[in-house]
Structures are given as structure tokens and as C-alpha cells.
């Protein structure tokens, strides 16, 4: 498995402002992605987080909302930009250790409350 | 459509009493099934792989099996630690490794 940790671990913004989301794990890894849970729902896909190019985005999710940073092979960043109560929702890090290994490990996960 | 059904959605027992949780599934080219266990407020803890019909996995009193159309998760005198919800996730073919998940079965273990 893989030990991954995220900041903040939760956190209450205001609408139209920005919060940006890290996520470190402790060992290099192939694969970064970042999903989102909202209440009561499964967990959908935002973007798979490519280390030294722009990330790979699901059909609904745009860069501009969601911009995605991942430097090296341990660390990324998911940024929810101009925000509404609509993003409020419990935002995941989840990596794949290998390519070709499929298992993917979550982080703790981030709680957003947007006012 | 490509699609993760969970049932049921919320399932109470008596400590002791066994079950069997199901995931059904309709997507073409599967690569694998997976089971995560979530407790509230932490993300999904990986549980098993299943890549086959057939295949069995388990773990403490937890058993997952695999169907060409299903898996099931079977709990095995359950105790109040088994209680949280149980996500089933699918991979499917193509490039990308993404998974599709289930809305998941919120199980409650009474003592």
C-alpha cells in the first residue's frame, strides 16, 4: 500500500474565493488522481494528475475550475477555484503505485463546506 | 451506459449474523473489480482485487467473489468493527485507469 496525506484536512470557505488542496505520499508512484464525493453519492473522477504535464480531465470537470499541479512523483496540489456551495463536497487523493497495477489507495480526503 | 449498481443500500445485523453484500456491473472489457471499506469522515481503505470469474478473495471475515455480471462480498460473523460503508469500484478497458464506483452499502453491525 501507500501511506498518502492531504491538507487541509477540512476547511469552510466563502463562495468566489479559491482553496488549494495538497496531497503527499510517501514512496514514488506512477499514477495521481483526485476525485470528488458529494454527499450521499459515489465517488466521481475529476482528473488524473500527469507529473510534468497538464492533467488529464473527466467529461464535466474543467482546468479553470480545477486547476492540478503535480511537480514530481510524490506530490500534488488540486486547486477549487471560484467557489460556490455546489463545490462543497469531500475532495480525494488517490495514487496508483505501479503502471499496470490497478489497485488505486486514497488519502484521508479533504471536507469543503463552501458558504 | 457503463454502470456500478450497490445492494443493498443500507443493511443492519446482529453481531453473528452473516450476510452478503452485491455489486452488479455492465461494462464491456473488465480489468478489474474492486472492494474498498469507508468509515465516516476517512477516505476508502482497499479490501481486495478481483480480475476473473470465478476468483475468490479474503480476508479476516470478509470473502469476495466474482461473477461474469457480479461480485459479492460476503460477511461472515460480523462484529460492531465491520460496521461502515462498502464501496465496490470497476476498471474497465482502455487507456486510462479509471475506476467507476458504486454508491456504496452503509452495513451497521448491532452488539
Known amino acids: 500500500s501507500a501511506v498518502i496525506s492531504q491538507k487541509p484536512s477540512r476547511d469552510i470557505c466563502q463562495r468566489g474565493t479559491s482553496l488549494t488542496i495538497q496531497c503527499q505520499v510517501d514512496?514514488?508512484?506512477?499514477?495521481m488522481f483526485w476525485y470528488r464525493q458529494q454527499p450521499g453519492q459515489s465517488l466521481t473522477l475529476i482528473a488524473t494528475?500527469?507529473?510534468?504535464?497538464?492533467?488529464?480531465?473527466e467529461s464535466g470537470f474543467v482546468i479553470d475550475k480545477f486547476p492540478i499541479s503535480r511537480p514530481n512523483l510524490t506530490f500534488s496540489t488540486l486547486t477549487v477555484s471560484n467557489m460556490s456551495p455546489e463545490d462543497s463536497s469531500i475532495y480525494l487523493c488517490?495514487?496508483?503505485?505501479?503502471?499496470?497495477?490497478?489497485?488505486?489507495?486514497f488519502g484521508p480526503g479533504t471536507r469543503l463546506l463552501v458558504l | 451506459e457503463d454502470q456500478v449498481t450497490q445492494s443493498p443500500e443500507a443493511l443492519r445485523l446482529q453481531e453473528g449474523e452473516s450476510s452478503s453484500l452485491n455489486c452488479s456491473y455492465t461494462?464491456?472489457?473488465?480489468?478489474?473489480l474492486f472492494w474498498y471499506r469507508q468509515d465516516p469522515g476517512k477516505g476508502p481503505e482497499f479490501l481486495f482485487t478481483l480480475y476473473s470469474a470465478g476468483e475468490e478473495k479474503e480476508k479476516e471475515r470478509l470473502k469476495a467473489t466474482l461473477t461474469k455480471k457480479e461480485s459479492f462480498l460476503h460477511i461472515t460473523a460480523p462484529k460492531p468493527e465491520d460496521s461502515a460503508t462498502y464501496l465496490c469500484?470497476?476498471?474497465?478497458?482502455?487507456?486510462?485507469?479509471?475506476?467507476?464506483f458504486g454508491t456504496g452499502t452503509l452495513l451497521a453491525v448491532q452488539p
Open positions: 469500484a470497476v476498471h474497465y478497458g482502455g487507456a486510462t485507469n479509471k475506476l467507476i
Open positions: 488517490s495514487v496508483e503505485k505501479n503502471r499496470g497495477e490497478e489497485t488505486q489507495y
Open positions: 514512496s514514488q508512484v506512477t499514477m
Open positions: 461494462v464491456s472489457g473488465l480489468r478489474g
Open positions: 494528475a500527469n507529473q510534468g504535464s497538464e492533467a488529464t480531465y
